[in-house]
């Protein structure tokens, strides 16, 4: 078929997505960046941010805000329950959904060193503490909330922060865009929650060098949002109100991660403050360097059990010529694994191959409003020159023709394929508007990819044979996928079958060598897996690393090294 012929049903594609949304942006702070440019020299330029609200589907959530109306005690009571010493979470068969852990009370003087930091920058409320101690789109819990929160604005403030819990040997729970769900901003011992959102300036672009110096607190939306002035952007696409601390910590990547690789492949030097205060800078700007140990690799993916990531520096990519978003169907996931897999066999550089089944596609029509045909999908996007993103379209096109593909359509208007991609980044509140009141246990199984094909079909079977709602997404070009398994928190039941879902799918991945986590991170939720996927030497590796650098055990406690791990 003539690629003038297709052109047509891009423009029907387009039609068919097309709705009216109004976009909300107000000013959030403003700053300096010194801007290095060949064309413009150096210079500083004032930054307004804006930020733009989630999908309204979140708040179909209503668990989440039912849990506020339930009685808690507060952390500065010293019942028995807040004192568990019966840390078992995270260990080998662990099932239990509430993290414990042993509680001691902050210190008035440590209150008081932390006032005089950082001013009015720090809360003691109840509801500011319990909204930082439960993660908002995980249904993970501990028994304990941060006893403070504090909001530092330099690397100078964290540094004194740190010092001073150490000093008192108080528990530090770093926290970001609060997007993660694997219980990593948990803080079950209480303690300190350091909030990082004040500290997002752009301090440097160098457009020459195509990299870019920046504090955790920004996210990568708005982060692009800015660059796109100079012609770049940075290619790493969590979910939307990630930050950029929060992603290094996480390792995390994304939907382009098939082209860019991870978060570990895009970062190019860290500063991090370690528990005693002391600031490091972890290499150069340099693109390559074989100087000393990789300590930016070791930070990345530490989920804030280290130290506390300050500034960041991220290698930029130009924002392509020329791009195609294409969508087909197919009769079963297994069919669509096999094309993400030929296409990538074929040699083709694809940007995106992102795979839904019918029921995620079938929660997407719901919560938008949408028509979108209900069968397992793959959504491509194609990168390049005009020519050449054409001659990558008719080639998938005719590789998913030889696999009972159907329904292959394209898009090259910008507002078409902004949209298909909204509808893919908001996948996760679809699921929510489809059960509401329920939960989402997300598993992030990774394997290698000739094993996709076979998993995705096992999994399957057991997923369409549970009495839950469990909706498959997958980056089928790398070999992750996810499933979100939504259950009731108020029912045991359903709470253990999305638990045994998960386990099968985990010992499934882990059978063919693949991971229990592609790029959520570890956390509270991951911890069991990690032993029979890594090995008890690698975890004491991990533990003595820990030791060494944290010989008080105060950075995020009980999280990413499972507790039963001993030397």
Known sequence: MAFSSKLSRSKTLFSFLRQSRQLHSTPKSTGDVTVISPEKGRRRLPIWWSSSLLPLAIAASASSYAFLNQSHPSISDSSSALDSRDVT???????????????????????????TILEDNLTTDYDERYFHGKPQNSFHKAVNIPDVVVFPRSEEEVSKILKSCNEYKVPIVPY?????????????????????????????????????????????????????????????????GASIGGMCATRCSGSLAVRYGTMRDNVISLKVVLPNGDVVKTASRARKSAAGYDLTRLMIGSEGTLGVITEVTLRLQKIPQHSVVAVCNFPTVKDAADVAIATMMSGIQVSRVELLD??????????????????????????????????????????????????????????????????????????????????????????????????????????????????????????????????????????????????????????????????????????????????????????????????????????????????
Request: hydrophobic share 35%; charged share 25%.
């Open 358 to 567: 019918e029921v995620q596609i079938r929660a997407i029509n719901m919560a938008n409003g949408k028509s979108l045909n209900e069968a397992p999908t793959l959504m491509f996007e194609f990168i390049g020159t005009e020519a050449y993103t054409r001659e990558q379209t008719e080639t998938v096109q005719q590789i998913a023709s030889q696999h009972n593909g159907s329904d292959f359509m394209f898009a090259e208007e910008p507002e078409a394929k902004k949209e298909l991609w909204k509808i893919r980044k908001e996948a996760l509140w679809a699921c929510y508007a489809m059960a509401p009141g329920h939960e989402a246990m997300i598993t992030d199984v990774c394997v290698p990819l000739s094993h996709l094909a076979e998993l995705i079909s096992r999994s399957k079977k057991e997923l369409d044979a549970s009495p839950l709602l469990c909706t498959v997404i997958a980056h089928a070009g790398d070999g992750n996928f996810h499933t979100c398994i939504m259950f009731d928190p108020s029912n045991e039941e359903q709470r253990k079958e999305a638990e045994r879902l998960n386990h099968l799918m985990v010992h499934s991945a882990l059978s063919m060598d693949g991971t229990c986590t592609g790029e959520h991170g570890v956390g509270t939720g991951k911890m069991k897996y990690l032993e029979k996927e890594l090995g008890i030497e690698a975890l004491q590796t991990m533990k003595r690393i820990k030791k060494t650098l944290d010989p008080n055990d105060i950075m995020n406690p009980g999280k990413l090294i499972p507790p039963h791990v001993c030397f």
């Open 89 to 115: 979470i995270g260990g080998k068969g662990s099932t239990e959904p509430v993290v414990k852990g042993e509680y001691k009370e902050v210190p008035k003087e440590l209150i008081t060193q932390l006032k």
């Open 176 to 240: 970001g865009g609060a997007t993660s769900i694997e219980g990593h901003t948990l803080a079950p011992k209480g303690g300190v929650c350091i909030d990082m959102s004040l500290m997002k300036r752009v301090k440097a672009l160098h457009v020459e060098d195509m990299d870019v110096v920046v504090e955790p607190g920004i996210g990568w939306l708005e982060l692009n949002e800015y660059l796109e002035e100079y012609g770049l952007f940075f290619p790493l696409d969590p979910g939307p």
